[in-house]
């Protein structure tokens, strides 16, 4: 047995020794102030060094600022506390106040010691050791442990040591007005392992990429074949020499050079709405968001390139991600076809089907578009007809086996699901109730057992006026993204049989069955067990608590809806400004502005609110749902700690950083919840206190897009989606929506 301490342990001797077959090896942490030894964890293959967990009588924390317990993933300095501790600094009073201080969460008199240095939680609950507090840097306003990024660095293979540090430029990289990160960038000194060469840059970065923020992968790499040293043998910093000037600077507008960065090129303009992308621009930047990167997949796929939501947000930019996709047809996967048969619900469905078990069938999604003037009503039908036979969600039918909910596919949708309704008789007023009463007599007569659950109705309006389309999909089957999916193919089934030709959708994308199937089976191997820890302790950092003013029971038909509208110009600047200055997303922004919000009317510093995501997480190689139709929602609670710092942007900063900390994005707590055993571990996210607020943002959505093709307008919403008795899970229910270049709350 070796137990190593009182240096850090690096990656090439923790992979030494984690590979040994007749040693075990530890790896000791703690300051003298703790008397030698605070921290342990064995060294074991298919880790990276960390220092561990408390020893016997200690206890570690985590700390911001503030002194408050930071979430897993988010770094924070290390405090410790026990009966190790020693009395303090001889004859060194103020400097023993200002290490030693008082412990919160002890019993009174207790104190910990401030180590200064940089750590995180991991998952599994040991420390990840990232820095000192005084090797922090702040680039475009972010605060970046140095040693974090040269930790990631060691452990690729080809690179034997690495040191990162920020430089000076001579010229502003970005944003000229903000003086605390403009004039700073990261640089990488790299020294190859053996006798071989360091990687090239596009390498390092994809290989930063996998496992940092785009905001911490350096600008600029520079190989040495040694690291300089001093006469005592430590690094001389000085001796680093200066980067290349122009190294890793995009120089403005950079056109596609390969056949897939053209092919990517125009389909990030079409979907964002500008009109030209060059290579090196960053698809967030340009007001990209994680449902239009589903669009970006899905059109990638019709075009023959091969590429995931994954590899969106890893690499961000056109060269990065052509680089790492594969062009030619796509391969299917053999589970899309194996899969058959009832199959068990996913986490949301079963969720819905615990909770609505009254009013289960009258629970829908409905949309209403103008459509052309000259839109043909017998290609329409055949048009649906055959979108119906593509996406088996749409033919889905629910049933209780032994107790439980299963789903199956129909082979065909027998029943009447389309209806032409000729209003062009009737004043504007009579078309309105006859619309209302014809929406709510669809929406009234789905059945989740019998079917159908969805139905169409094609409104004539008569001479002058527009005729529109009204679709009622049980929200079982459809999400947001679903009705992209679901509207896009519609139009091109319809363009496809108006010109005589047969219906060609494309490829299927994984079906929702093989996808439900697979998500139980997932969670059932243990596959998302690492998440738990994160899950069950969040519920304890805030409050689901909000004042209320009214009594009575929660139910829809009590609900009362404001809207409000952003200009667009201050839509603009959300969508593509401030992306750019602090690396965020729109989702961000909002999170924080809910979260001060309500942290400022119920004068806390946390709350507990919860937040809708679109559910298409990659957590699996062989799936791919781009263009699949289903409910995949993922619903989740997040714990905010709002900074008390007025300064807006501590408060984006601070958000930004909680949330990317959410395991797999959110979408393992609904599939713990929801998919686990009974008596499993994690039966204890059952107790968790329902969020009394939740916030869903959908995203960028021009249902005219260009005003030339089958949809020229999104109407406003008839009928009624839910039953009015019907129970509502939230008390404020904040959704958001990107149309016409303005922000709709």
Same mark, same amino acid.
């Given at each position: 047995?070796?137990?190593?301490?009182?240096?850090?342990?690096?990656?090439?001797?923790?992979?030494?020794?984690?590979?040994?077959?007749?040693?075990?090896?530890?790896? +000791?942490?703690?300051?003298?102030?703790?008397?030698?030894?605070?921290?342990?964890?064995?060294?074991?293959?298919?880790?990276?060094?960390?220092? %561990?967990?408390?020893?016997?009588?200690?206890?570690? $924390?985590?700390?911001? &600022?503030?002194?408050?317990?930071?979430?897993?993933?988010?770094?924070?300095?290390?405090?410790?506390?026990?009966?190790?501790?020693?009395?303090?600094?001889?004859?060194?009073?103020?400097?023993?106040?200002?290490?030693?201080?008082?412990?919160?969460?002890?019993?009174?008199?207790?104190?910990?010691?401030?180590?200064?240095?940089?750590?995180?939680?991991?998952?599994?609950?040991?420390?990840?050791?990232?820095?000192?507090?005084?090797?922090?840097?702040?680039?475009?306003?972010?605060?970046?442990?140095?040693?974090?990024? @040269?930790? &990631?660095?060691?452990?690729?293979?080809?690179?034997?040591?690495?040191?990162?540090?920020?430089?000076?430029?001579?010229?502003?990289?970005?944003?000229?007005?903000?003086?605390?990160?403009?004039?700073?960038?990261?640089?990488?000194?790299?020294?190859?392992?053996?006798?071989?060469?360091?990687?090239? #840059?596009?390498?390092?970065?994809?290989?930063?990429?996998?496992?940092?923020?785009?905001?911490?992968?350096?600008?600029?790499?520079?190989?040495?074949?040694?690291?300089?040293?001093?006469?005592? %043998?430590?690094?001389?910093?000085?001796?680093?020499?200066?980067?290349?000037?122009?190294?890793?600077?995009?120089?403005? $507008? =950079?056109?596609?050079?390969?056949?897939?960065?053209?092919?990517?090129?125009?389909?990030?303009?079409?979907?964002?709405?500008?009109?030209?992308?060059?290579?090196?621009?960053? +698809?967030? !930047?340009?007001?990209?968001?994680?449902?239009?990167?589903?669009?970006?997949?899905?059109?990638?796929?019709?075009?023959?390139?091969?590429?995931?939501?994954?590899?969106?947000?890893?690499?961000?930019?056109?060269?990065?991600?052509?680089?790492?996709?594969?062009?030619?047809?796509?391969?299917?996967?053999?589970?899309?076809?194996?899969?058959?048969?009832?199959?068990?619900?996913?986490?949301?469905?079963?969720?819905?089907?615990?909770?609505?078990?009254?009013?289960?069938?009258?629970?829908?999604?409905?949309? #209403?578009?103008?459509?052309? @003037?000259?839109?043909?009503?017998?290609?329409?039908?055949?048009?649906?007809?055959?979108?119906?036979?593509?996406?088996?969600?749409?033919?889905?039918?629910?049933?209780?086996?032994?107790?439980?909910?299963?789903?199956?596919?129909?082979?065909?949708?027998?029943?009447?699901?389309?209806?032409?309704?000729?209003?062009?008789?009737?004043?504007?007023?009579?078309?309105?109730?006859?619309?209302?009463?014809?929406?709510?007599?669809?929406?009234?007569?789905?059945?989740?057992?019998?079917?159908?659950?969805?139905?169409?109705?094609? +409104?004539?309006?008569?001479?002058?006026?527009?005729?529109?389309?009204?679709?009622?999909?049980?929200?079982?089957?459809?999400?947001?993204?679903?009705?992209?999916?679901?509207?896009?193919?519609?139009?091109?089934?319809?363009?496809?049989?108006?010109?005589?030709?047969?219906?060609?959708?494309?490829?299927?994308?994984? &079906?929702?069955?093989?996808?439900?199937?697979?998500?139980?089976?997932?969670? &059932?191997?243990?596959?998302?067990?690492?998440?738990?820890?994160?899950?069950?302790?969040?519920?304890?950092?805030?409050?689901?608590?909000?004042?209320?003013?009214?009594?009575?029971?929660?139910?829809?038909?009590?609900?009362? #809806?404001?809207?409000?509208?952003?200009?667009?110009?201050?839509?603009?600047?959300?969508?593509? !400004? =401030?992306?750019?200055?602090?690396?965020?997303?729109?989702?961000?922004?909002?999170?924080?502005?809910?979260?001060?919000?309500?942290?400022?009317?119920?004068?806390?510093?946390?709350?507990?609110?919860?937040?809708?995501?679109?559910?298409?997480?990659?957590?699996?190689?062989?799936?791919?749902?781009?263009?699949?139709?289903?409910?995949?929602?993922?619903?989740?609670?997040?714990?905010?700690?709002?900074?008390?710092?007025?300064?807006?942007?501590?408060?984006?900063?601070?958000?930004?950083?909680?949330?990317?900390?959410?395991?797999?994005?959110?979408?393992?707590?609904?599939?713990?919840?929801?998919?686990?055993?009974?008596?499993?571990?994690?039966?204890?996210?059952?107790?968790?206190?329902?969020?009394?607020?939740?916030?869903?943002?959908?995203?960028?959505?021009?249902?005219?897009?260009?005003?030339?093709?089958?949809?020229?307008?999104?109407?406003?919403?008839?009928? @009624?989606?839910?039953?009015?008795?019907?129970?509502?899970?939230?008390?404020?229910?904040?959704?958001?929506?990107?149309?016409?270049?303005?922000? !709709?709350?």
């Amino acid at each position: 047995i070796l137990l190593l301490g009182g240096e850090a342990l690096g990656e090439s001797l923790w992979r030494e020794l984690a590979a040994a077959v007749d040693t075990t090896s530890y790896n +000791f942490y703690g300051p003298t102030e703790c008397t030698v030894d605070a921290l342990s964890c064995r060294v074991v293959v298919g880790s990276r060094p960390v220092v %561990g967990r408390p020893l016997r009588n200690t206890a570690a $924390y985590v700390l911001d &600022a503030a002194l408050r317990p930071v979430p897993v993933g988010v770094p924070g300095e290390l405090y410790i506390a026990g009966a190790g501790l020693a009395r303090g600094y001889l004859r060194r009073p103020g400097l023993t106040a200002e290490r030693f201080v008082a412990n919160p969460f002890g019993e009174p008199g207790c104190r910990m010691y401030r180590t200064g240095d940089v750590v995180r939680w991991r998952p599994d609950g040991a420390i990840d050791y990232l820095g000192r507090c005084d090797d922090q840097v702040k680039i475009r306003g972010f605060r970046i442990e140095l040693g974090e990024v @040269e930790a &990631a660095l060691v452990a690729h293979p080809g690179v034997g040591e690495a040191v990162v540090v920020a430089r000076e430029t001579e010229a502003p990289l970005k944003a000229p007005d903000r003086q605390d990160s403009s004039h700073k960038r990261l640089v990488a000194y790299v020294v190859p392992s053996g006798d071989g060469e360091v990687p090239d #840059t596009p390498a390092l970065r994809a290989f930063l990429g996998q496992t940092l923020p785009d905001y911490m992968v350096p600008s600029a790499f520079v190989s040495l074949d040694a690291l300089p040293l001093n006469p005592n %043998g430590k690094l001389d910093r000085k001796a680093l020499p200066a980067p290349d000037p122009g190294a890793g600077v995009a120089a403005g $507008y =950079v056109a596609p050079r390969t056949d897939a960065e053209a092919v990517l090129a125009g389909i990030w303009a079409e979907v964002l709405g500008v009109e030209r992308v060059g290579v090196e621009d960053n +698809f967030f !930047e340009l007001g990209g968001d994680s449902i239009l990167s589903i669009q970006v997949v899905s059109r990638a796929r019709q075009a023959g390139l091969s590429i995931t939501s994954k590899d969106v947000f890893l690499h961000q930019t056109i060269a990065a991600i052509a680089a790492a996709a594969r062009m030619g047809a796509v391969a299917q996967e053999a589970y899309h076809d194996s899969v058959t048969g009832p199959v068990p619900l996913t986490s949301i469905q079963s969720w819905f089907l615990e909770t609505h078990t009254e009013t289960s069938d009258h629970f829908n999604q409905s949309m #209403t578009v103008e459509l052309a @003037e000259d839109v043909d009503a017998g290609v329409l039908e055949r048009a649906m007809d055959a979108v119906v036979a593509h996406h088996e969600a749409l033919r889905m039918r629910f049933a209780l086996v032994d107790g439980s909910w299963v789903q199956d596919v129909a082979p065909s949708e027998t029943a009447a699901v389309f209806r032409r309704c000729d209003l062009s008789a009737l004043d504007a007023d009579a078309q309105q109730a006859a619309m209302e009463q014809a929406a709510v007599a669809a929406q009234t007569t789905l059945s989740i057992t019998d079917g159908p659950l969805f139905k169409v109705v094609l +409104f004539v309006m008569g001479p002058g006026r527009r005729p529109r389309l009204f679709v009622t999909v049980h929200h079982l089957v459809v999400d947001g993204v679903s009705w992209r999916i679901l509207l896009g193919d519609l139009e091109r089934a319809y363009r496809q049989i108006d010109a005589g030709q047969p219906v060609d959708l494309g490829a299927g994308t994984t &079906a929702y069955r093989a996808w439900a199937r697979r998500l139980a089976e997932h969670v &059932a191997s243990g596959g998302l067990d690492g998440d738990l820890g994160y899950w069950s302790e969040l519920s304890r950092r805030a409050s689901a608590v909000l004042p209320v003013d009214h009594d009575g029971p929660n139910t829809v038909g009590s609900t009362r #809806t404001l809207s409000v509208r952003l200009g667009r110009d201050e839509t603009d600047a959300l969508l593509h !400004e =401030v992306p750019g200055v602090y690396r965020t997303q729109v989702n961000d922004v909002l999170v924080s502005a809910l979260g001060r919000a309500l942290c400022q009317w119920t004068g806390r510093d946390g709350v507990l609110i919860g937040m809708e995501g679109h559910g298409r997480e990659d957590i699996l190689d062989d799936i791919d749902l781009s263009s699949t139709v289903g409910w995949f929602t993922s619903m989740f609670p997040v714990a905010l700690s709002m900074p008390p710092a007025s300064e807006w942007g501590e408060v984006l900063k601070s958000v930004k950083e909680q949330l990317r900390a959410l395991p797999h994005r959110g979408l393992s707590y609904g599939a713990l919840r929801y998919l686990s055993p009974p008596d499993s571990p994690a039966a204890v996210l059952l107790e968790d206190p329902l969020p009394a607020v939740c916030l869903n943002y959908h995203g960028q959505w021009d249902v005219a897009g260009t005003g030339e093709g089958l949809y020229r307008a999104r109407c406003d919403g008839i009928g @009624e989606d839910h039953a009015p008795d019907s129970h509502r899970t939230y008390l404020l229910d904040v959704t958001g929506l990107v149309e016409n270049g303005q922000l !709709e709350l």
